[in-house]
Structures are given as C-alpha cells and as structure tokens.
C-alpha cells in the first residue's frame, strides 16, 4: 500500500491564483481531512469527509473547496489564493470507527505551499 | 465545541531526563485522546491513543500516556528520553456526536545530547 499521497510537494503562487492539492489514499478509509500546520498554530482542521459525497467544514474553511467523489480522492481547492495561505497541507486518513468515535489518522507526506 | 490545549511550547531537555508533556481537552463526554510525533522533515505519525478501558496507555518508543478523566487530561510521559525524541509532539482529541479531530499547538521537545 502507498498510504496517503499528496501532490505536489512544493508549490508557489501567485496572490489570486487558484489550484488544488491532490490527495489520494489507497486503504478504503472512510474518513478523510486536510489540515494546515503554521508556526506556533499547530494544526488546524480545514474540511473533513466521513464518506464518498459527505464533506464538512472544519476550524478553518474559507478560501478552501472540498469534494469526496470517491473513497480513495479527497482534493483541496484554494479559490483564489492569498498569502494568508501560505503554510503546509496535511491530508490525512482513517479506517472505520471505533465504538462510534473516530480511529486513529494516517497523514500524507504534506504540501508546502507559498503565496506571494 | 471541543478544544484541545497543550500547555509547554518549548521544553528542552538533557539525555536520560524525564518528560512530561501536558495536555488538556474541554469535552465533558465521551472522547477518543491521542499523541502524534513529528520529527524534522517528516510526516505526522501515532505514538498512542486513548479509546476507553485501562486509562495509562503504552505507546510506541517507550511513551506512555495517562487518561485522567476528572481533569479532562491527557499527559504524555517518558522516563528517559534519548535524543532521537527531539520532534514535536501534538495532542489531539475526538469527542463523540462531532466528526473533527481537533489537534492541540503542539510541544517542540529538544534533547541535548
């Protein structure tokens, strides 16, 4: 299994720019979520999926688009990029629940994204 | 909503010192309760978790954690920590009826050799 992939690695845009982070897994997890990890904030929830067609907004959800069209893909869009954004994606994973709350997360490797 | 606090930002240590890395959660239900590690350069990975029954639990690399369920606590230990530890370690919690799972500020550890 390759686990959790995410593409690219690095990226830089330009303020207004628009682009997704791919994130795929291939252990049929339910669950899915991107977070942003920045200095001193630790990481915070951006959009979640507990399943193909089910997305929800997490702590930190403007200027981010989700879909969950399938089990493995779970896609992050950024609109309209500010550098505000600026900051390393984690797209993580995890298997079915555990006595109705959530198992443990599996992270991707991260995408470090600057906005200038 | 739950939320999730670690109290040390920036501990440093010598070799062999003792750890103890403080979490707190605001949830008065059920939760799951985990520590993740990231070392430099790399990925997020567990180091343990919490889902219910004996509430000290054993984590990879000598890591141990206790549940405290009165004080809503979930602090990391370590009897003796080498320097491959140096890393930051992140607390995060699962409250039930909510789907997020809320990551704490993290605590960068440093070991001095």
């Known amino acids: 299994n390759a686990g959790v992939t995410q593409t690219p690695k690095f990226q830089v845009l330009k303020t207004g720019q628009s682009m997704t982070l791919q994130c795929a897994q291939d252990?049929?997890?339910?669950?899915m979520s991107w977070y942003r990890q920045d200095p001193g904030m630790g990481l915070r929830l951006i959009h979640y999926?507990?399943?193909?067609?089910?997305?929800d907004q997490g702590e930190v959800p403007n200027g981010y688009n989700v879909s969950r069209s399938t089990t493995e893909d779970f896609p992050l869009r950024l609109l309209s990029a500010a550098p505000s954004q600026t900051s390393v994606y984690f797209c993580?994973?995890?298997?079915?629940?555990?006595?109705?709350?959530?198992?443990?997360?599996?992270f991707g490797p991260g995408t470090r994204l600057t906005v200038t | 909503a739950q939320s999730v606090s670690q109290h040390n930002h920036h501990v440093i240590l010598s070799e062999a010192a003792s750890l103890e890395l403080g979490c707190n959660y605001s949830?008065?239900?059920?939760?799951?309760l985990f520590w993740y590690v990231q070392y430099p350069g790399q990925h997020l990975q567990l180091l343990l978790k919490?889902?219910?029954?004996?509430?000290l639990v054993k984590g990879i690399k000598g890591f141990e954690a206790e549940f405290i369920k009165s004080k809503f606590s979930f602090n990391l230990r370590k009897p003796s920590v080498q320097w491959s530890d140096t890393a930051e370690y992140f607390c995060?919690?699962?409250?039930?009826?909510?789907?997020?799972?809320?990551f704490g500020k993290g605590t960068r550890l440093h070991i001095l050799p």
């Open positions: 252990m049929n997890h339910e669950y």
């Open positions: 993580a994973s995890s298997p079915r629940f555990v006595a109705g709350l959530h198992n443990e997360q599996y």
């Open positions: 995060a919690v699962n409250a039930d009826r909510d789907d997020k799972i809320i």
């Open positions: 999926s507990v399943g193909a067609g089910i997305t």
């Open positions: 919490y889902f219910s029954g004996d509430p």
């Open positions: 949830y008065g239900g059920t939760v799951n």
